[in-house]
T-cell receptor, first 109, second 113 residues
């Protein structure tokens, strides 16, 4: 089967750093995606990892360990507009994308 | 704006009815995906089309069907609607449909009463 786990909710302070973890168990692996979704809106692409290591893109970084079935999304210098759900998704080869249920991040002043 | 368009934005209908949701992919994208998102389930993959042909199928009910037309737009047909079908339905598109990035449309919010 396919299983993706993320924490349901997280809260962090404006200006701080937050790490959102994702663990996965899938029958195959062709890459891991992170998407951001504001309430009632479409998911928007943040990052893609297919090789082990860290990918940095501005305030956002994503890390992957294929051997551990583990990824994290790191958000630095948090802003109020970063309050959203963050979705971890795996391309297993059988199904284009399997999504986790998402982590709802609240940024507080 | 992702370049993916979906119509209608909102749809309210009664149980037992049939509806059609429409999606136009980004210019140049050959793959179209349909997802259902309800409050407690997260994003569920329904079906993928690539250049007019069905490529992958997820947990799509038999009451649901989809197709992709020669101009690459796609339609998702939902029939014999039940209260539990109330959800946000997203369409996404990508260039090739392998492990590439998907661009999501704004969604259609379906309410079944």
């Amino acid at each position: 089967g396919q299983n993706i786990d993320q924490p349901t909710e997280m809260t962090a302070t404006e200006g701080a750093i937050v790490q959102i973890n994702c663990t996965y168990q899938t029958s195959g692996f062709n890459g891991l995606f992170w998407y951001q979704q504001h309430a009632g809106e479409a998911p928007t692409f943040l990052s893609y990892n297919v090789l082990d290591g860290l990918e940095e893109k501005g305030r956002f970084s994503s890390f992957l360990s294929r051997s551990k079935g583990y990824s994290y999304l790191l958000l630095k210098e948090l802003q109020m507009k970063d309050s959203a759900s963050y979705l971890c998704a795996v391309n297993s080869g059988n199904t284009p994308l399997v999504f986790g249920k998402g982590t709802r991040l609240s940024v507080i002043a | 704006d992702s370049g993916v368009t979906q119509t209608p934005k909102h749809l309210i209908t009664a149980t037992g009815q049939r509806v059609t949701l429409r999606c136009s992919p980004r210019s140049g994208d050959l793959s179209v995906y349909w997802y259902q998102q309800s409050l407690d389930q997260g994003l569920q993959f329904l079906i993928q089309y690539y250049n007019g042909e069905e490529r992958a199928k997820g947990n799509i009910l038999e009451r649901f069907s989809a197709q992709q037309f020669p101009d690459l737009h796609s339609e998702l047909n939902l029939s014999s609607l039940e209260l539990g079908d109330s959800a946000l339905y997203f369409c996404a598109s990508s260039v090739a449909g392998l492990a590439d990035e998907q661009y999501f449309g704004p969604g259609t919010r379906l309410t079944v009463t």
